[in-house]
């Protein structure tokens, strides 16, 4: 009993670590303060909004009841093993390695750490709606009393599934590479979200009903589908799936421990180095001097550092995607739907040029104390642009060529292809400009959510919007006539944007040379 | 005496607290200096500033008789800076961080490539220089953060810590590459927190405190009889008390 007791205690002490956590994570920042008071009336929103949606599909016929309930559960499970690997590193309750050096046994460490993952706004407020399944599906008092345990059980299923994978891959995500690698995952992860989309603008034969039916048909016997069946049957059926489930979930249980045990005393292999690079034999093609010594470093960055490779990869799926959708909405709609991809393609490569600076972060001091004059800086900006250039030139070439086949005259890929261009180069020189005007601070770590340092998020909306906005009105001239048709005008959008780019960097210089000082300090802000 | 370094009425902010109140500093040429001083006494500030990475709010700072914030063209290029914190290029190589800073300060190619190799060779890190600078030590980023320094062949040299998490072996290397520098001539500026260092090393000292000089001058003037250590803690006015409180610490008491 007095073990008990001390588990209990330790438990409650885990609990408080956690809210300590977030109340420390909030002192002094107001606006972190109002982030997290959004976030808490969000969840609580989320919380009434998705236990009365779910509390709804009473109206609908059982079986397709039972369905949405399944598909929910699951939905639930898959969401709750994504989203902390998104996000870990913020919440230090989740790092076992934090706690190896306390005296406490692997039991305290496991219930501990369960009780503090199920604290916090958004786990009660998945809590709450997973509920809502009782009030969904449940028939009659058994249904509401084994609902009860099966939505407690499906919580808790939710809770160690995802304590045992981040504990297991706890090891990865610390070293350099693990994160690297989970960077680019996160950006599928959110095109994967656009698929169901994707599909039914594809126009497929998918008629809805027959999706979930069959759908529910192979998760029904997943752990979360289990839940989901025990509630609506709510008879001795339901008990069976009730302790199936209570198996899966102390099985996965026993599995966190064992590999929380092995992850305790597992080194930290972060600092241990890494491969070696080929040296690049491309340097020896490139411009001499300061421009080709920017443009080598801008390539290698590009293809080395995950942010620079999220965003490439982002601009071109993206692209992807609306060339798809502009050519199945009904009637062709001539050179517009073989320019206006290729123009957004560019549209949102250049936007990565207004915070140019944003992924030097704090080794900017390297280029600030070499440069001696706004000519300096114009070069690196220009090699900046250079370096984009040589990536972005055949890459909207690509998408040009590929968007006037599907609109079905090849024709049009040349002038769509010049129009990007010249968008590419008016896109450049604005960014030039908004980089030393309002530059800020791009997070080490990147996660789906966030794009800033904290306190600097309205900064960067502000910066890419200004961006964008000074971008298409300078744009205008040359690029409305070809997407209304005018082709010919194209011909006139490389040297636009050319001149502008231009324009951008020396005015880029002038201005920025002597803010050097303020671009370093906002660009490397503890993030 | 030529001055490599003199600042006046050097000053800075931040809010309301005065990081940097005042600061004369003055180093003469081909001398190795120690800037030392306890956290937090404006030693980092005043090396940002001095190397044009922060914008002072009052003062003026020469190098070589140049003003480095009103004529940057005939500074900059006569000046290496390892500032604190470390943050380099991460996603190059030690061998592409050397060939690019040379680059940056229009060496030609073939000129850089020769000065890395041997710089690389010297810092003993040859074996690791195809390999990104994030997954490098703490004294390995030391090393080549130095050497990227030293590339340009500065006149006068800045380093923030450069001691600092290194381990002997390569803060010896540090100290042999810097004996050599000064040696020649040229100018070492330096902050540390190691006494024993900075007595070995400098023959020229300032103490901080506060934001304020509160000694400068030659090490031997500045420590007079005493060790550097012991006239440090009397400039800087903190001898403590460690004798009071704590009597449950020790073989006294039980582990719990």
Request: aromatic share 6%; proline share 5%; glycine share 12%.
């Amino acid at each position: 009993m007095a073990r008990l007791g001390g588990d209990a205690a330790m438990t409650m002490l885990f609990v408080r670590l956690k809210l300590r956590l977030i109340r420390g994570n909030l002192r002094g920042d107001l606006i972190k303060q109002a982030g997290f008071v959004l976030s808490v009336l969000a969840a609580v929103v989320c919380a009434l909004g998705g236990f009365a949606l779910f509390g709804l599909v009473r109206l609908a016929d059982p079986d397709t009841a039972l369905n949405v309930g399944i598909v929910v559960f699951t939905a639930f499970t898959v969401g709750w093993i994504v989203v902390p690997l998104m996000i870990f590193g913020v919440d230090e309750t989740l790092d076992p390695s934090r706690l190896a050096l306390f005296p406490l046994t692997t039991r305290q460490l496991a219930l501990g750490m369960f009780a503090a993952s199920a604290t916090g706004p958004w786990p009660l407020a998945s809590l709450v709606v997973l509920a809502g399944g009782v009030a969904g599906l449940a028939g009659g008092a058994g249904g509401v009393l084994i609902g009860l345990a099966a939505v407690v059980l499906q919580f808790a299923l939710c809770l160690v599934t995802s304590r045992v994978i981040t504990t297991a891959l706890s090891g990865a995500l610390r070293s350099r590479r693990g994160r690297d690698v989970l960077a680019v995952a996160a950006v599928g992860v959110v095109l994967l979200s656009q698929l169901p989309n994707l599909l039914l603008n594809q126009g497929l034969p998918t008629d809805l009903g027959a999706l979930l039916s069959s759908t529910g048909e192979v998760l029904r016997w997943t752990p979360p589908g289990l839940a989901a069946h025990a509630i609506a049957d709510g008879g001795l059926v339901g008990v069976a799936d009730l302790v199936v489930l209570a198996g899966v979930v102390a099985l996965l249980a026993w599995l966190w421990i064992v590999v929380l045990r092995r992850a305790l005393v597992t080194p930290d292999v972060s600092n241990q180095g890494g491969g070696t690079v080929r040296r690049s034999w491309i340097d020896r093609f490139l411009p001499k001097g300061q421009l080709g010594g920017v443009v080598a470093k801008e390539l290698k960055y590009a293809r080395r550092e995950p942010r620079g490779r999220v965003a490439w990869f982002t601009a071109v799926v993206v692209s992807g995607i609306i060339m798809f959708t502009l050519n199945n909405e009904a009637a062709p709609v001539g050179l517009f739907s073989a320019a206006g991809p290729a123009c957004l393609a560019a549209l949102l490569i250049g936007v990565q040029s207004c915070n140019a600076f944003g992924i030097d972060g704090r080794s900017l001091w390297m280029n600030a104390v070499a440069f001696s004059s706004g000519r300096d800086l114009r070069t690196d900006l220009a090699g900046r642009h250079l370096a984009m250039a040589v990536i972005a030139v055949p890459v909207l070439g690509v998408i040009s060529v590929a968007a006037a086949l599907l609109a079905g005259n090849a024709a049009w890929a040349v002038p769509a292809a010049l129009t990007a261009w010249g968008l590419l180069g008016v896109a450049l020189g604005v960014g030039a400009v908004t980089s030393v005007v309002v530059p800020y601070t791009l997070p080490e770590r990147l996660n789906a959510f966030s794009g800033a340092a904290p306190g600097q998020g309205a900064l960067a909306f502000g910066s890419s919007s200004l961006g964008l906005l000074v971008t298409g009105t300078l744009a205008l001239p040359v690029v409305l006539p070809v997407l209304l048709g005018v082709a010919w005008v194209a011909l006139l959008a490389v040297p636009y944007g050319l001149l502008v780019a231009w324009g951008g960097r020396s005015m880029a210089g002038m201005v920025g040379f002597a803010r050097l000082p303020s671009i370093l300090a906002a660009v490397s802000r503890p993030v | 005496m030529v001055e490599a370094v003199r600042t006046q009425g050097l000053f800075k902010r931040f809010g309301q607290q005065v990081a940097v109140g005042g600061v004369d500093l003055v180093v003469p040429k081909g001398s190795f200096a120690g800037l030392v001083g306890p956290n937090g006494a404006g030693k980092t500030t005043t090396l940002s500033m001095i190397t044009g990475l922060l914008r002072p709010d009052g003062g003026t700072i020469e190098i070589n008789g140049h003003n480095v914030w009103t004529d940057p063209v005939n500074v900059k290029a006569h000046i290496g800076v390892l500032p604190e914190g470390l943050r380099l290029f991460e996603r190059l190589s030690g061998r592409e961080l050397l060939l690019y800073s040379g680059r940056l300060r229009g060496i030609p190619l073939d000129e850089t490539e020769r000065r890395a190799d041997e710089l690389l060779r010297v810092m003993d890190l040859v074996e690791s220089q195809d390999k990104l600078v994030i997954d490098y030590s703490t004294g390995m980023r030391k090393k080549i953060g130095l050497a990227a320094a030293l590339l340009h062949n500065p006149g006068v040299l800045f380093l923030d810590e450069p001691f600092e998490g290194v381990d002997p072996v390569s803060a010896n290397t540090l100290t042999d590459v810097l004996r050599r520098y000064t040696e020649s001539g040229s100018t070492v500026i330096f902050s540390s927190h190691g006494m024993d260092l900075v007595e070995r090393l400098c023959d020229w000292v300032a103490v901080m405190s506060r934001g304020h000089i509160v000694a400068q001058g030659p090490l031997s003037e500045v420590r007079g009889e005493q060790t550097l250590n012991e006239a440090f803690l009397d400039l800087v006015g903190a001898r403590g008390n460690g004798d009071e409180g704590l009597s449950w610490l020790g073989s006294a008491g039980t582990p719990r």
